[in-house]
């Protein structure tokens, strides 16, 4: 094997010719290998002493690729639906919503859960919405503009360029004021990235995200959370209630961790449920910063 850099990349190329995966960035893909070969070094020093043309037949080489698939399938591809393919910018907003596990499963309750959280709200006016770990969720957005009336600014992250072009696009077809950038939301050095308004109501979701990154990273979704209640006024959170399946449920207290780092955080909330989903709505340190100045006002 020549090196090192060679082995990724035909790794990469292997692995995402899943097809839930292939809307992976190749960068995000390779930094999973490099760190599976790093922390297994035996397993590198093995192919390396391979040629090139056997180490595509050799075991370790399908035993990576099986590890690298199963962990990206955690953090992006199950929530990948067959005809995620298929959608079109200029398509009916609840057939793109149903070309992802998320969005699809709370279709809808989308009323009731922007509803609540509007409801929670100190200003309605001017908000900046901050979607992190988006998925197609962006795609709802004119839900909650017809529903506010609000002058709305939306902001959306996740992993994927690919993905991250099609809500571009979405935004300009449906003249909604917003944008959409590929972000790895698991490495604590690119939150500054993630451009927050100062002149506007900042409400930021983290649907479905925390368990999420926790595959990826460990305390990775404490940081993140801490992070965002420093620029945020409000986040919600939201976990999913069943496994991907929708047959297994998921028991509460294996939330009891975030309510507790809460708690730590002085952060005060309010929980409400749908059918497959438990929602977190967290007023921030920034929003208590701004009642208080408010109040002296």
């Known amino acids: 094997m020549e090196s090192m850099t060679m082995l990724v990349k ?45 180490v595509k037949r050799s075991k370790e080489y399908t035993h990576i690729m099986k590890i690298i698939r199963k962990d990206l399938r955690e953090a992006y591809g199950m929530f990948i ?16 919503l149903a070309t992802h596990q998320s969005s699809k499963e709370r279709m809808h309750n989308y009323l009731d859960i922007y509803g609540r959280i509007w409801k929670s709200m100190d200003t309605k006016k001017t908000v900046q919405i901050l979607d992190l770990g988006c998925g197609m969720n962006p795609v709802s957005a004119p839900i909650i503009i017809d529903m506010t009336k609000a002058n709305i600014t939306y902001s ?3 992993i994927s360029s690919q993905d991250m072009k099609f809500l571009n696009q979405y935004f300009k077809e449906h003249k909604i004021k917003g944008t959409a950038t590929a972000l790895d939301l698991s490495k604590e050095e690119e939150f500054h990235k993630i451009k927050v308004s100062e002149k506007e109501y900042v409400v ?30 409000i986040i919600v959170v939201s976990f999913p209630k069943t496994g991907i399946s929708g047959k297994k449920n998921i028991h509460t207290d294996r939330r ?42």
């Open 10 to 54: 035909e790794l990469t190329i292997d692995i995402k010719k899943k097809k839930e995966l292939h809307s992976l960035d190749d960068d995000f893909v390779s930094e999973r290998i490099n760190l599976f070969l790093k922390n297994n070094s035996k397993v590198y020093a093995t192919l390396k002493k391979k040629d090139i043309s056997k």
């Open 81 to 96: 639906l067959p005809s995620y393919d298929k959608k079109r910018v200029d398509g009916e907003m609840n057939n793109i």
């Open 156 to 158: 959306a992250y996740d």
């Open 204 to 233: 930021c979701f983290m649907f479905k995200l925390l368990d999420t990154l926790e595959t990826i990273k460990r305390h990775t979704s404490k940081k993140l959370v801490a992070y965002m209640t420093t620029v945020a006024d």
């Open 256 to 297: 009891s961790w975030f309510e507790t780092f809460l708690h730590k955080e002085s952060c005060k909330y309010e929980i409400f449920e749908v059918v497959n989903e438990i929602f977190y709505i967290i007023q921030t340190k920034k929003q208590s910063k701004r009642k208080i100045q408010k109040e002296k006002n």
